[in-house]
């Protein structure tokens, strides 16, 4: 005689003959695998005669039950899954705030969330174009070119491919977050950023040279030689020379841009160790130039 069997995933029921008790059965509705036990075993009479006994308000809303039962066993792994999210999400926005004061901890952020990315929509996929394949082996296919059609099937369909959807989705998290860091972590390490920020640096070290200077500070003259596109040098002398204006180390008027040669003369006060400092600065405040070596030092 069949006995009745109720799916664990979806409560749909399943008449299983005598001899299949015992055994991995599968699921028409929601295609999960599971074994079918003679304790959850019933006769179909037994089932009619408890329908029938049943209140009808009771029996209205057991279909509704067991349509929940899908979503219901979603939730361990939506938290499951939403932890793991976290998690990424929390290591990536520290590296962000942390790239606030480094560049080199903006890179590891925005790598993370690329990777991340990478992660959930090539493993959406695969969960879902893996699980649509076992019943139609193009439509499984047509989810790795196409993933909407995975999304609009796995969302009819409970199981492993909507699970699949989920991780697929939860890509959106890490993209929107790339996305605020770029806007951020462009305009202070990319194009003008980069340059402002060393000649920031630059300027740092001049004022530190600045602190080393006294009256008895002889001066050195220097000449380097610079590489710019061409014109690059053509008016650049009056900037230049407001640029090391503030600077008590720097000899005003000292300045001197060949455009022909290529070369830039300057005189400052303090030790030979720093002749290419404000060579360095201008290059990096102005960007029409990159110093060139050897520098090659005036008679005094």
């Known amino acids: 005689m069949p006995q ?3 799916c664990p995933e979806c409560g749909k029921s399943l008449r299983i003959p005598d001899e ?6 599968k699921c028409p509705g929601c295609e999960r695998k599971f074994r079918a036990t003679e304790e959850a075993a019933s006769s179909p009479e037994a089932d009619d005669s408890d329908t029938d006994s049943e209140d009808p308000k009771t029996r209205r809303r057991r279909p509704l039950k067991n349509k929940s039962a899908g979503s219901e066993s979603l939730q361990p792994f939506l938290r499951r899954w939403l932890v793991v999210c976290g998690i990424v999400l929390a290591v990536a926005l520290l590296f962000g705030i942390g790239g606030l004061f480094s560049e080199p901890l903006a890179i590891i952020a925005s790598v993370i969330c690329v990777v991340a990315i990478l992660g959930f929509s090539l493993g959406g996929m695969l969960w879902m ?5 076992r019943d139609n082996l193009l439509l499984g296919a047509g989810v790795l070119f196409m993933p909407p059609i995975g999304l609009v099937t796995a969302y009819q ?3 492993p491919a909507r699970r699949g959807a989920i991780v697929y989705l939860s890509l959106l998290a890490p993209l929107t977050l790339l996305g605020l860091m770029l806007l951020v972590f462009y305009p202070m390490y990319v194009g003008a950023g980069r340059q402002s920020g060393h000649a920031a640096k630059w300027k740092d070290l001049m004022h530190q040279l600045d602190a080393k200077v006294t009256p008895t500070t002889p001066e050195v003259a220097v000449t380097v030689r610079v590489a710019s596109n061409p014109g690059g040098l053509d008016g650049l002398e009056p900037r230049c020379e407001a640029l090391l204006l503030p600077f008590k180390s720097y000899v005003p008027g000292s300045l001197k841009i060949d455009a022909a040669a290529r070369q830039i003369s300057y005189k400052y006060r303090g030790s030979e160790n720093f002749n290419t400092m404000i060579a360095f600065y201008l290059s990096s405040a102005t960007g029409a130039f990159t110093p060139q070596m050897p520098v090659v030092p005036d008679a005094k």
């Open 129 to 133: 174009a893996i699980d649509l394949g």
């Open 4 to 6: 009745l069997i109720h």
């Open 20 to 25: 299949r008790i015992d055994s991995i059965v």
């Open 157 to 159: 369909k409970p199981g």
